[in-house]
Structures are given as C-alpha cells and as structure tokens.
C-alpha cells in the first residue's frame, strides 16, 4: 500500500515546537503558540511558506499556556480546533495557569470538533495522514501523542522516564510503552530537538 508522504517543519518560537505535519497542502498544526503571540506564530508560518488557510486543523498535546495558547485565536482564523475525548475538562482549567498581562483568549467549547481515539485515525486520513492520535498521559491528564505511521510521533511535555518525578513515574513508563508498542522511533517533543526514542532511554 502507498502512503502519502508527509513533511514536518518547526514553527516554533519562544523555546515551544509548534509542528507543521503536511501532507502536500494539507496541514496539521501540533501545538498552538503561547497566549497573546499570533504575530510570532504569523511570522514563523510565514517563514517557512504554510498559509494559515492551508491547516486543516490545530491539535493541542495538552491544555498547557505554551502548548494551547493561540488555540481560540486559530480558530477565530478559520482553523478548527481538533479536541480529544480525554482533553475536554482540561480546556476550561487552562485559563488558571495564565496571567492577564498574557493576553489569553479563552477557547469555546462549542465548536471544537471533539473525537474520540479510536475516531483519530480516520480523521487524520481525510486530511492525508497515516497515523493515530493516543492518550499518553503522565506529564498531564490530558495529554496526547500524534504517531504517524512512519513512526514520527509529537509527544508534547511527555516527560522522559528518567526525568520523571515518583508521583507521575508510572504513568509516564506506560504512556512511553504504548508508543514503543505502536511503532514510535523518532521523536518530536514540544520542547528541544527531534530525538530517537533508543537514545533517550524513555522507557527507563
Ligand atoms: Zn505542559
């Protein structure tokens, strides 16, 4: 079976990856920009040559500022925001880790389109992608991972398991395991550069 080829490039700003997944002209971002920062999140689209009118959807890894802070605003620009089923409750919470002085847009809840797991890959095969969007809890609850079936997966703040604090410890283990099991082999982290998974010993 042919699967189409997939690009990745880094809009990232302010120490955050935020990662175009493009299968041609049809774009995925993964992580939406800090609170108040469209003008940076315009300028390194820009950069690299991705329309804002070319992203099918924006995805957040969590509801965390540096990781969902421009969500409402992408949608404001017409870019729907794709919510797993384990990410709802987190939404409203976000607003209590920023400060006014941020210039946080709060996120409706209403028009997200909201999808279960199990959904996630049809969805992203509608957009061009071979690949699944899996709950990967332990940095946060609502965390999620996007692996493409290539075994490029974006894993957010997924703490690595030697980094991982005793209360987070087993959570984090069983979320790496999972992607291991999946097929996962390069990793695309919200912060820092792509890693192999061997190299980073995430599975402790
Ligand atoms: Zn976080």
Known sequence: ??????????????STNYWVVSAGRSRLLVDLGWPGMMGAMRASLDRL??????????????????HAGLAQEMKLLGVPL?????QVG??????????????????TLHDNVTISFAE????????????????TP????????????DGAVFTGDLTPVALAGEAERDAVSASWRLLRQRGATRVYPGHGPMRWMDAASEDG
Do not use: C
């Open 82 to 86: 794709l919510v797993l089923e384990s």
């Open 138 to 149: 332990g940095h946060s609850d609502d965390s999620v991972s996007l692996l493409l079936d």
């Open 120 to 135: 996630s890959r049809a969805l992203l095969a509608r957009i061009g992608l071979a690949g699944e969007i899996l709950p």
């Open 90 to 107: 987190a939404i409203p919470l976000l607003k209590q880790w920023t400060k006014p002085q941020d210039r946080f847009t709060e996120i």
């Open 1 to 14: 079976m042919s699967r189409t080829p997939h690009t990745i490039v880094n809009a990232g700003y302010r």
């Open 49 to 66: 040559g991705v329309p804002i009118a070319e992203l099918r959807y924006g995805m957040a890894t969590h509801y965390h500022p540096d």
